[in-house]
């Protein structure tokens, strides 16, 4: 008789525990309703991008910054799991020690995930986004 009380109690607990957990929000970004990827290509057939940083706003409201240094260099790469949205401005520095800066607006919204930026567009030396 114990054992079958216990074994009750035990399954009412996991199945509350399973009801609770199943109504938990869960805060994330969910695919162009509160921010946007970023793929970042070099705009010209020059030399390949050595290093990137990115700074504005994420998904949260939050400021930040990503940067990374490639070796070898790399002639794109796709910021993927960082959610950008507002004025963002990225620097980088191309394999032959070009550099370079630009800002542009990341709309919160959209039919996609992605925009793509073109960085050390000449002459000018700015990116082009899109």
Do not use: E
Request: proline share 4%; charged share 10%.
């Amino acid at each position: 008789m114990r054992k079958v009380i216990l074994s009750r109690l035990i399954l009412a607990v996991v199945i509350s525990a399973l009801l609770v957990i199943s109504f938990v929000p869960v805060d994330t970004a969910s695919a162009a309703s509160n921010g946007q990827q970023l793929i970042f290509y070099r705009y010209s057939n020059g030399s390949y991008i050595s290093w990137l940083q990115v700074s504005g706003t994420n998904q949260y409201g939050s400021r930040v910054t990503w940067s990374r240094s490639f070796s070898p260099a790399v002639s794109n790469h796709s910021l993927a799991n960082w959610w950008w949205k507002g004025y963002t401005t990225v620097s980088w520095r191309l394999a032959n020690g070009r550099t370079g800066s630009c800002s542009f607006y990341v709309p919160v919204s959209q039919p996609s995930n992605w925009n793509q930026v073109g960085v050390d567009r000449q002459p000018g030396n700015t990116c082009w986004f899109s």
